[in-house]
């Protein structure tokens, strides 16, 4: 399937480093327990959850009596499935008349193009979306999302560069009330220099949105880039403080050899990840799929 198709690196790093490990050692003893910890450290699990999985490992094989190390790649499996399932559900909400989605990450993590894939992906399924640019800070921003709109005929609700982002996302609302569109999916700057006023930025963004809808944003997704690892953690942990982060979408998951970094924010942020990008083009996200990503991990 595409989203076994787009784990393809972390598949050879990952799934080929636990194979090596598997037939370098036969005897399951501290030393190959040590040994599967770097390994999934290597792969951006992190150190908190490598720490939880293999002891979590350590009683199973205990308790199933396993000897032999490829047996033991089973029962990681397992572990592993047993921990991205044990998680919520990953769909979106959708439930109200208007649907309203914040978008928020820092620069270049990919959450424009997300935009564009989800405007698109939400279309396919028959629903009437609206965009709003309410990234008005950084240069080429807004023209970017104008053109993932018109890729899927979906408007896009824009003032200038530098104009105040609140005041998109008012327009944006009232545009989409008027228009009864069923989604609006709102774009917000992510500059990281300056983190106080982002997170003031957002925090009158989210304001202004749930004063002109009750119970809005229903969803706020935070987009994270596969690629820099235990620096979206960091970032994930930061946003999550500022705000009501409902969701994770995990950006540029087919150029990272390290998908463990799934297994991190799985178990450390309680947050489930919605959406997984796995390339540039419009139809590449896809919904997170647990059992998909497992085996696309261990092939
Ligand atoms: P933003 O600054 O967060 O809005 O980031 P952009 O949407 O501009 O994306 C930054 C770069 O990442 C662009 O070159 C995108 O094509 C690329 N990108 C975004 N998502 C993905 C993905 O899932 N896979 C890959 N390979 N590239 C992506």
Same mark, same amino acid.
């Given at each position: 399937?595409?989203?076994?198709?787009?784990?393809?690196?972390?598949?050879?790093?990952?799934?080929?480093?636990?194979?090596?490990?598997?037939?370098?050692?036969? @005897?399951?003893?501290?030393?190959?327990?040590?040994?599967?910890?770097?390994?999934?450290?290597?792969?951006?699990?992190?150190?908190?959850?490598?720490?939880?999985?293999?002891? #979590?490992? #350590?009683?199973?094989? #205990?308790?199933?009596?396993?000897?032999?190390?490829?047996?033991?790649?089973?029962?990681?499996? @397992? !572990?592993? &499935?047993? +921990?991205?399932?044990?998680?919520?559900?990953? @769909?979106?909400?959708?439930? /109200?008349?208007?649907?309203?989605?914040?978008?928020?990450?820092?620069?270049?993590?990919?959450?424009?193009?997300?935009?564009?894939?989800? &405007?698109?992906?939400?279309?396919?399924?028959?629903?009437?979306? +609206?965009?709003?640019?309410?990234?008005?800070?950084?240069?080429?921003?807004?023209?970017?999302?104008?053109?993932?709109?018109?890729?899927?005929?979906?408007?896009?609700?824009?003032?200038?560069?530098?104009?105040?982002?609140?005041?998109?996302?008012?327009?944006? !609302?009232?545009?989409?009330?008027?228009?009864?569109?069923? !989604?609006?999916?709102?774009?917000?700057?992510?500059?990281?220099?300056?983190?106080?006023?982002? +997170?003031?930025?957002? @925090?009158?963004?989210?304001?202004?949105?749930?004063?002109?809808?009750?119970?809005?944003? /229903?969803?706020?997704?935070?987009?994270?880039?596969?690629?820099?690892?235990?620096?979206?953690?960091?970032?994930?942990?930061?946003?999550?403080?500022?705000?009501?982060?409902?969701?994770?979408?995990?950006?540029?998951?087919?150029?990272? &050899?390290?998908?463990?970094?799934?297994?991190?924010?799985?178990?450390?942020?309680?947050?489930?990840?919605?959406?997984?990008?796995?390339?540039?083009?419009?139809?590449?996200?896809?919904?997170?799929?647990?059992?998909?990503?497992?085996?696309?991990?261990?092939?």
């Amino acid at each position: 399937s595409k989203f076994t198709e787009g784990l393809t690196k972390t598949r050879d790093g990952l799934a080929n480093a636990v194979n090596d490990l598997v037939y370098r050692f036969r @005897e399951v003893d501290e030393d190959f327990f040590e040994e599967l910890e770097e390994v999934l450290i290597q792969a951006d699990v992190g150190v908190t959850t490598t720490m939880d999985l293999v002891e #979590k490992l #350590k009683v199973e094989v #205990k308790r199933k009596n396993v000897k032999d190390t490829k047996e033991v790649r089973d029962v990681l499996v @397992e !572990v592993v &499935a047993n +921990m991205l399932v044990e998680e919520e559900e990953s @769909e979106l909400d959708l439930s /109200h008349e208007l649907n309203v989605i914040l978008f928020v990450g820092v620069n270049g993590v990919g959450k424009t193009t997300t935009i564009g894939k989800l &405007a698109n992906r939400l279309k396919n399924e028959g629903k009437t979306v +609206m965009l709003a640019a309410g990234d008005t800070f950084r240069a080429g921003a807004i023209d970017q999302l104008q053109v993932w709109g018109e890729r899927s005929g979906v408007p896009v609700i824009r003032q200038g560069e530098g104009s105040d982002p609140a005041a998109v996302i008012y327009d944006a !609302v009232q545009a989409a009330k008027a228009r009864r569109v069923d !989604v609006l999916i709102c774009d917000t700057a992510g500059r990281l220099q300056n983190k106080v006023n982002l +997170m003031n930025e957002l @925090e009158k963004v989210k304001r202004v949105i749930e004063r002109e809808i009750p119970g809005a944003p /229903h969803e706020v997704l935070l987009a994270l880039d596969a690629t820099t690892g235990q620096n979206a953690m960091v970032q994930a942990k930061a946003f999550k403080q500022a705000t009501d982060v409902s969701g994770i979408v995990l950006t540029k998951l087919d150029g990272t &050899a390290k998908g463990g970094i799934v297994l991190a924010i799985k178990n450390e942020l309680d947050l489930p990840v919605k959406f997984v990008g796995l390339g540039e083009k419009i139809d590449d996200l896809q919904p997170f799929d647990a059992e998909q990503f497992v085996y696309g991990l261990f092939g």
